[in-house]
Each structure stands twice: as C-alpha cells, then as structure tokens.
C-alpha cells in the first residue's frame, strides 16, 4: 500500500511529515470550479472528492489516495487566492478586527472506497492598520493562500484567536485526518509507539 497525496502543498506535505507518515506527492489536475450557492463546506467537500479521484484514476489497487482542499469564509462569503496585490489589500481589510471561518474537505480514497469529511476553524484578527497591511502584503507571503495570508509564517501575527484546529488552517486538520486514517488501516500515532527507541 502506497500513500499519495493528491495535492502540491508544501505545508501539507509538511504536515504528514510531521506525524510520520511516508508518502509521495501527485498532484491533482482537477476542474477546480464549482456551480453558485453551495455553502463553503459543501465546496471544500466537493473539490477534495474531485482532487482525489483524479488522481485514484491512475492509482495501482491497494494505494490510499489523500486529497484536500481548503477555503477562507468571512459572512459566508469565499475567499481565494488574491490575483493581485489590491485585491490582498482588500482582503485583509475585510478580514481586520473580525473572525472568518476557515474550512477545509479531506477526502480518503482506496480501492473504489471513499470517505470525505471537512473541519471548521474560526480565526479572530487583531485590528490591523493600512501600513501593516501593506508591509504584510509587500512580503509576498499572502499572494498563493486562500484569504492571503498564511498563519504558519508571518501571518502569525494577525491573528490573536483561534477556537478549532490549528493545522486545519494551514491547510490538512491533522486529528481529523488521523481519525479518518484509522478507518482505512492505517494509525500514525500506534506505528509510532512501535518504532524502536
């Protein structure tokens, strides 16, 4: 059984890293467009399944196929990638002050079998003035993240509450995905008391 990650994220990669996992990395081609009005749940959802069985098309049998994709909400409203440098700006002015709900699908697939949940993470920011908004955006940092910015780098700064998963933010909610695992067979947490000293 081979482990693949449907997905290019350094940080996700990072993270299943970080509990043990070992893996490699095929990222998903999927249509990542979805049609108006689903909830930003229901998106989440749909874009992992999608991701995932893109990639569990060319899988050999028996290899546990993991994808996920995550999404910024603020009002019920989405989030992306900023285009540009303004739209950054705009971003993070909308999110300064407020909480916004971060939401990210995991799916699991093996062998026909698939299993797709999603987690749901608010973050409160601080009040941000325009100059630190600007400073914060002229690092590059927010430009390739869902709500620009990234709370595992600089963005750390901006945000002063979290109430949910921590790593759900940044992109894979590691309990959640453990627990997930466990249904397929594999337990990071049991493997790892078994490794020798």
Avoid: W
Wanted: glycine letters at 10%.
């Amino acid at each position: 059984m081979q482990l693949i990650l449907a997905s290019g994220s350094p940080r996700r990669r990072q993270l299943l890293e970080q509990i043990g996992l070992t893996f490699t990395v095929r990222a998903s081609d999927a249509d990542e467009r979805v049609v108006p009005g689903l909830s930003p749940a229901e998106v989440v959802e749909v874009l992992s399944a999608r991701k995932g069985e893109a990639v569990a098309a060319g899988a050999a049998p028996g290899d546990l196929i993991l994808a996920a994709d995550t999404v910024v909400s603020l009002d019920g409203a989405i989030l992306g990638k900023p285009q540009d440098r303004e739209e950054a700006v705009s971003m993070l002015t909308s999110l300064s002050g407020r909480t916004h709900q971060v939401y990210t699908g995991v799916t699991l697939i093996r062998d026909g079998v698939r299993r797709t949940e999603h987690e749901v993470t608010a973050v409160t920011f601080r009040s941000l003035s325009p100059e630190e908004i600007a400073a914060y955006v002229s690092t590059g940092e927010p430009m390739d993240k869902a709500g620009a910015y990234g709370i595992q780098g600089l963005g750390a700064l901006l945000a002063e509450r979290l109430e949910g998963d921590y790593f759900n933010v940044m992109g894979l909610p590691l309990c959640r995905l453990g627990r997930m695992l466990s249904r397929f067979g594999v337990r990071p947490l049991e493997d790892a008391g078994a490794l020798p000293e």
